[in-house]
Antibody, heavy 123, light 114 residues
Framework: EVQLVESGGGLVQPGRSLRLACATSGFTLGDYAVSWVRQAPGKGLEWLGFIRTKDHGGTTGYAASVKGRFSISRDESKSIAYLQMNSLKTEDTAVYYC??????????????WGRGTLVTVSS | DIVMTQSPDSLAVSLGERATIKCKSSQSVLYSPNNKNYLAWYQQKPGQPPKLLISWASTRESGVPERFSGSGSGTDFTLTISSLQAEDVAVYYCHQYYATPLFTFGPGTKVDIK
């Protein structure tokens, strides 16, 4: 059974950093892309970025809104993907989801999602 | 970036009636070599993560009731719920996965019972 479980959320002060983890099971992490998507309170979904499959060199891509501040990585030996968030702002407050791309060819089609982890940026 | 818009922002439909949601992309999401529209629909119920309902503009995912259907091509797409059920109350998002690596979601349409 495919599962993704996010962790690492919590309360953090503006300007600080936080690393979220996405523990995966039921599939080989390097064979699928993993995207991070967030949802601010009462708002819609915002795609943040992804890490591509091994076939695509494991490269990363980011939305303009977070490029340069957020970075995505993975540890295939642990089946965990990470979202490193730096220089956090109050507007980064949101539920953060990780989601799996459905195949190596269709990395943006998100077929399985975690339940999310809440990040609150506040002083 | 491809900008996705949806209409209406919200709608209320009587049980058993049809609900129709529109989605428009600022650029075509039709990939000519395979003639596929890189457009998906997600359903999100309160307190839950999004759930993939429809991929390739019109392909229902396994287990999705037949009352859900998707149509359209290029830049204009529609999600139809043919006979609204109570459990369909949710926010629905369209999503383009054409423009690697800049995928984008629509703003969402909230569906309620009238």
């Amino acid at each position: 059974e495919v599962q993704l479980v996010e962790s690492g959320g919590g309360l953090v002060q503006p300007g600080r950093s936080l690393r979220l983890a996405c523990a995966t099971s039921g599939f080989t992490l390097g064979d699928y892309a993993v995207s991070w998507v967030r949802q601010a309170p009462g708002k819609g979904l915002e795609w943040l970025g992804f890490i591509r499959t091994k076939d695509h060199g494991g490269t990363t891509g980011y939305a303009a809104s977070v490029k340069g501040r957020f970075s995505i990585s993975r540890d295939e030996s642990k089946s965990i993907a990470y979202l490193q968030m730096n220089s956090l702002k109050t507007e980064d407050t949101a539920v953060y989801y990780c989601a799996r791309g459905s195949s190596s060819y269709y990395e943006g089609l998100l077929d399985y999602w975690g339940r999310g982890t809440l990040v609150t940026v506040s002083s | 970036d491809i900008v996705m818009t949806q209409s209406p922002d919200s709608l209320a439909v009587s049980l058993g009636e049809r609900a129709t949601i529109k989605c428009k992309s600022s650029q075509s999401v039709l990939y000519s070599p395979n003639n596929k529209n890189y457009l998906a629909w997600y359903q999100q119920k309160p307190g839950q993560p999004p759930k993939l309902l429809i991929s390739w503009a019109s392909t229902r995912e396994s287990g999705v009731p037949e009352r859900f259907s998707g149509s359209g091509s290029g830049t204009d797409f529609t999600l139809t719920i043919s006979s609204l059920q109570a459990e369909d109350v949710a926010v629905y998002y369209c999503h383009q996965y054409y423009a690697t690596p800049l995928f984008t979601f629509g703003p969402g349409t909230k569906v309620d019972i009238k």
